[in-house]
């Protein structure tokens, strides 16, 4: 789960990070408000989305007055902003954060995350922070230092120390660097986080190290356990038809193209949509049956496809094993075929696996109009067909 | 022979009792699988599926000789329970396991260091000695003994793999689903090293997807270790929107990294044949056989 920056500098801050003074604003009348009660010099106004890139894209303007503040705060909410992660649709901006405005000098980067390749948190650092971080680490993966945490000896300063001087930094900023690094593992352990990210890390003119912006990626497995964060969830940031997913044991990911896709399986679902890409067609969505759904679930699901108005055909790919089988999701799939009252689009059905006969007996002898398939390449050349002409 | 497997495993399940537990021991049991009993704290000394249930897995193995345990313990607990079996010194432990907070995993992980056990999973479809034994929550439907090792991050690829390796005639020595999530046991390169020493497989096919470092990781290995064995893969995502979680919680993309592409690119150049789709799996690893 992604919370907005301005919660995850209130939870850095928690653990020592030094981060600017500011305020959280849903009006530009607080927008204002806010910044008169900072009695700053000059202020930030920053779009409150899930995405980066937002300085590019208009989203973080620099303003001299809180008046400035207050029409600065008025063009962004309620506005879409696009960014290079947000996709040409946007994401509504629903809330600004205005921060005192800061004198600096170098920004750096810095993280605490969990490194795949060793399976334990580390923090990374870069002394080339800023925007397009991803672009310089690719350039120049020398830049990057790594510092890989022991869990049994947890946050050890001296190495921490030794990371602070890797991206050169020297004398009392050492010390104030491994102040944050340490915030930042903390943090990250405490909330359960997969990422917590600084960027940039700046010097200030007066030498002081400070968060300038912050991400934080919460790990929804372990959310059970921190009924505090749950709540930092903005229901505002997901696709409505995802949260709808959500409750009926699917994954589903809503894409643009113009075929309906329901696998079970998440590498099965990627793997199709490959293979739809690859035949010249294109997808509506990414639809996961997780293992454990029930026959209403996938009624659910199914319909969710049959009332997207862009879906043109749809492509079932099961391959039944485990505890969900072929028979569910034909169950499933007729059950929202009867209660559809427009016309059905061309539906492809592939099912292998555990009672997949059992499964073209239901869909037959409910008289749903399907075409079976003989595997994954002739259902999707069907679908790929029946989504340009309209027919199966 | 197998890998993993022996004639002689032994195998207990922890969380014996639950639904999904039950649902897949029976299916084991009746598959030839040695299910000598399981471990469910508070319940030992009772009889489940006819075996016999135990509080711990120390006094599991005592009883039993057990040297394998099927971990379906729901999430919250499964780490706990993990750590119990490397305590007991079991030497495989299969953990199908979803949703496991990636930090717990961090803590197991930790306690494999320098311990007995080898860990496949969590969130692991199992492993499967084709007509011998099966561990885990795969089907057992189109399998055949055979000549392909199969290690994949993907359950549901799996299933659809070992299908067209049988249709492409090669058949399976072992399949190991090694799991999607960001922190895990058993890696592509540990599966490759025990697929390399194994005489029965002659042939082996990696299942990969988006997200971490793990087929650029294997490619490196193949790269330096040339074996001799011929060795084919696919990677699943090419064509997924980047910066989207697509159902692991191992499909993010942190710093450019994880993309199919670069794991497609790195794998071939390490001299591994890479399936165009997930239709050409079956013969791209028989192509890979023939050119040997």
């Not at chain 2, 496991?100 to 080898?118: F, N, S, W």
């Not at chain 2, 044949?273 to 799996?281: D, R």
Request: glycine share 12%; charged share 20%; net charge negative.
């Amino acid at each position: 789960m992604n919370i907005h920056e301005y919660q995850a500098k209130d939870l850095v801050q928690r653990y020592g990070v030094p981060i600017p003074r500011g305020g959280v604003a849903k009006t530009p009348a607080e927008a204002e408000t806010v910044a008169r009660e900072l009695k700053a010099p000059s202020f930030v106004v920053k779009a409150q989305v899930h995405a980066g890139g937002r300085g590019k894209a208009g989203g973080i303007r620099i303003t001299g007055s809180p008046a400035e503040v207050r029409a600065a705060a008025d063009s962004l909410l309620g506005s879409r902003l696009v960014t290079n992660q947000t996709g040409p649709e946007g994401k509504a901006v629903g809330q600004v954060y205005v921060e005192e405005g800061v004198g600096y000098g170098h920004e750096l980067y810095i993280a605490a995350l969990v490194d795949r390749s060793v399976g334990r948190v580390a923090l990374i650092a870069s002394k080339e922070g800023g925007e397009d971080i991803e672009e310089k680490a690719a350039k120049a993966p020398g830049t990057i230092s790594r510092l890989v945490i022991d869990p049994d000896e947890g946050f050890v300063s001296g190495s921490a120390d030794a990371l602070a001087r890797a991206i050169g930094l020297a004398g009392v900023q050492v010390d104030k660097a491994v102040t944050v690094m340490h915030g930042i593992y903390q943090a990250l352990v405490e909330c359960d986080a997969s990422l917590v990210e600084i960027n940039p890390l700046v010097v200030t003119n007066a030498g002081d190290l400070l968060a300038l912006d912050v991400k934080m990626t919460l790990d929804d497995n372990a959310l059970f356990r921190h009924q505090d964060l749950e709540a930092l969830r903005d229901q505002d940031e997901v696709e409505p038809t995802e949260l709808e997913a959500k409750r009926f044991e699917l994954n589903f990911v809503k894409l643009d193209g113009n075929i309906g896709v329901m696998v079970n399986g998440a590498g099965l679902a990627l793997a199709t949509i490959d293979l739809l890409k690859q035949g010249g067609g294109d997808p509506a969505d990414f639809m996961d049956v997780r293992p454990s759904a029930t026959r209403d679930q996938v009624a659910m699901g199914f319909r969710m496809l049959l009332d997207n108005p862009k879906v043109a055909a749809i492509l079932v790919n099961v391959y039944g094993g485990g505890i969900l089988r072929c028979d569910t999701i034909a169950e499933g799939m007729a059950q929202a075929c009867r209660a559809h009252q427009t016309k059905l689009p061309p539906m492809i059905v592939r099912a292998a696996g555990t009672n997949s006969e059992l499964a073209r007996d239901i869909l037959v002898g409910r008289e749903i109009p399907v075409t079976f398939a003989k595997d994954m390449a002739d259902a999707t050349a069907k679908v790929v067909q029946a989504a340009k002409t309209g027919a199966a | 022979m197998a890998i993993l497997l022996e004639a002689d495993t032994r195998v207990i399940c922890q969380g014996f009792t639950g639904k999904q537990a039950s649902y897949h021991m029976e299916r084991a049991i009746a598959y030839g699988t040695q299910v000598v009993g399981g471990v469910v704290p508070g319940k030992g000394g009772s009889k489940h599926l006819g075996l016999p249930v135990f509080d711990t897995v120390a006094e599991a193995v005592e009883a039993t000789g057990a040297n394998a345990s099927a971990v379906f313990v729901p999430p919250v607990s499964a780490p706990e329970a993990m750590i119990e079996a490397i305590e007991a010194e079991l030497p495989l432990l299969v953990c199908v396991t979803e949703r496991i907070p990636v930090l717990d995993m961090v803590r197991v992980k930790r306690r494999l260091e320098g311990a007995r056990t080898r860990l496949v999973g969590p969130n692991s479809q199992g492993v499967l000695w084709p007509g011998r034994c099966k561990i885990g929550v795969m089907p057992a439907h189109r399998e055949q003994p055979g000549k392909i090792g199969i290690v994949s991050r993907s359950a549901s690829l799996t299933s659809e793999v070992i299908e067209q390796t049988t249709a492409a005639r090669l058949g399976q020595s072992t399949s190991v689903g090694i799991g999607g999530d960001p922190v895990y046991g058993i890696s592509f390169i540990d599966c490759l090293q025990l697929f390399l020493a194994d005489p029965e497989t002659e042939g082996i096919l990696l299942i990969g997807e988006i997200g971490g470092t793990a087929e650029e990781e294997a490619a490196a290995f193949i790269k330096q270790e040339k074996p001799r064995k011929p060795i084919a893969a696919y990677v699943a995502g090419l064509h997924a929107p980047t910066e989207r979680r697509m159902g692991h919680a191992g499909t993010v993309n942190v710093f450019g990294a994880g993309g199919a592409a670069e794991k497609i690119e790195a794998l071939r150049s390490a001299g591994v044949h890479v399936a165009p789709s997930a239709a050409e799996i079956g013969a791209t690893m028989r192509r890979a056989s023939r050119g040997v």
